[in-house]
């Protein structure tokens, strides 16, 4: 059974502030997506990595992946009210059948004015 | 607009009477899923389908059913609520199972009396 946590649970921070949140596992991950969650609505893609080292940049939102794939981060810069929500985090493993996709349970950040 | 829809977004309902979600995508795509979300348990697979007429349990698949009799629509189905199926409930669908960009839709929030 591969674990998987993101860390922390809860962020709470004022505009202008820098996070950071974790996504990591016991197993290696052969892809890895980071969705947000708004309020009362579905999770939407915001990236896809892939490779080990791989580092994306959307905007002022930094998605690195692990050397050895089984850790990514997401770095936030200068966060604003708008990026509020749940940072959730969905592995592929290695040697999965990519038929059943695991979650994590999220970081809820609240991001206040 | 490429999109998932369902309906209702809102249900309230008693133990034992018979309910359906319906979901419906319009993309073509190959893969659809059912989750629920619920507080510290996260996003957990419900059931999910390949193609049509293709389907198969995801985590936590008792007391829900499903079918895929056309491409576009994955309904599901509880025979008998029960109050713990109290959830937020979400339809994602995926041009393929190798495909990594999952599209969900707006939610289901279900309560059982």
């Known amino acids: 059974t591969q674990l998987l946590e993101q860390s922390p649970q809860f962020l709470s921070i004022q505009e202008g502030e820098n996070l950071t949140v974790y996504c990591n596992s016991s197993?290696?991950?052969?892809?890895l997506q980071w969705y947000r969650q708004e309020p009362g609505e579905g999770p939407v893609l915001l990236v896809t990595?892939?490779?080990?080292?791989e580092v994306k940049k959307l905007k002022r939102l930094t998605f690195q992946f692990g050397d050895a794939r089984k850790d990514s981060s997401l770095h936030i810069t200068a966060a604003q009210p708008g990026d509020t929500g749940l940072y959730l985090c969905?592995?592929?493993?290695?040697?999965?059948?990519?038929?059943?996709?695991?979650f994590g349970k999220g970081t809820l950040l609240t991001v206040n004015p | 607009e490429a999109q998932v829809t369902q309906n209702p977004r809102y249900l309230i309902t008693v133990t034992g009477k018979k309910l359906t979600v319906t979901c419906s995508q319009n993309?073509?795509?190959?893969?659809m899923s059912w989750y629920r979300q619920d507080p510290g348990l996260g996003l957990r697979q419900i059931y999910y389908?390949?193609?049509?007429?293709?389907?198969d349990k995801g985590d936590v698949p008792e007391g829900y059913k499903v079918s895929r009799k056309e491409k576009r629509n994955f309904p599901l189905i509880l025979e008998s609520p029960s109050p713990n199926q109290t959830s937020l409930y979400f339809c994602?669908?995926?041009?393929?199972?190798?495909?990594?960009?999952?599209?969900f839709g707006p939610g289901t929030r279900l309560t059982v009396t």
């Open positions: 994602a669908s995926r041009l393929h199972r190798l495909s990594y960009e999952q599209y």
């Open positions: 197993s290696v991950f052969s892809s």
């Open positions: 990595v892939v490779t080990g080292g």
């Open positions: 969905a592995p592929t493993y290695s040697g999965g059948s990519n038929y059943k996709l695991t």
């Open positions: 993309m073509n795509h190959e893969y």
């Open positions: 389908s390949m193609n049509v007429e293709v389907t």
